[in-house]
Nanobody, 121 residues
Framework: QVQLVESGGGLVQPGGSLRLSCAAS????????MGWYRQAPGKQREMVAT???????DYVESVKGRFTISRDNAKNTGYLQMNSLKPEDTAVYYC???????????????WGQGTQVTVSS
């Protein structure tokens, strides 16, 4: 059983910063990609950022230059540093981890429970 526990969401004023964390635990052999998705009310869930096991990052255009994804492989933890936040960044943010549970086994995507980020004055 794999669990992803997110933390760091909250209410912040426009222009402010937040740092989200995502800790993966359980019977994990290795984690391939980790990612962050978000879903705003009335909108589809969208990919915000992903990072490979080797540290290659990808971002949705709207957050480039403002958000930074990172990971600590020793701790099975991912992070999303969000700067210069805008009201349109308001959403529930979900982390993902693509986990291999045994050597050479299949990779499964796991999701966190979500954390609310609200950007408002």
């Amino acid at each position: 059983q794999v669990q992803l526990v997110e933390s760091g969401g909250g209410l912040v004023q426009p222009g402010g910063s937040l740092r989200l964390s995502c800790a993966a635990s359980g019977n994990i052999f290795s984690i391939n990609s980790m990612g962050w998705y978000r879903q705003a009310p009335g909108k589809q869930r969208e990919m915000v950022a992903t990072i490979s096991s080797g540290g290659i990052a990808d971002y949705v255009e709207s957050v480039k230059g403002r958000f930074t994804i990172s990971r600590d492989n020793a701790k099975n933890t991912g992070y999303l540093q969000m700067n210069s936040l805008k009201p349109e960044d308001t959403a529930v943010y979900y982390c993902t981890a693509d986990c291999m549970l045994r050597p050479g086994g299949p990779v499964f995507r796991y999701w966190g429970q979500g954390t609310q980020v609200t950007v408002s004055s």
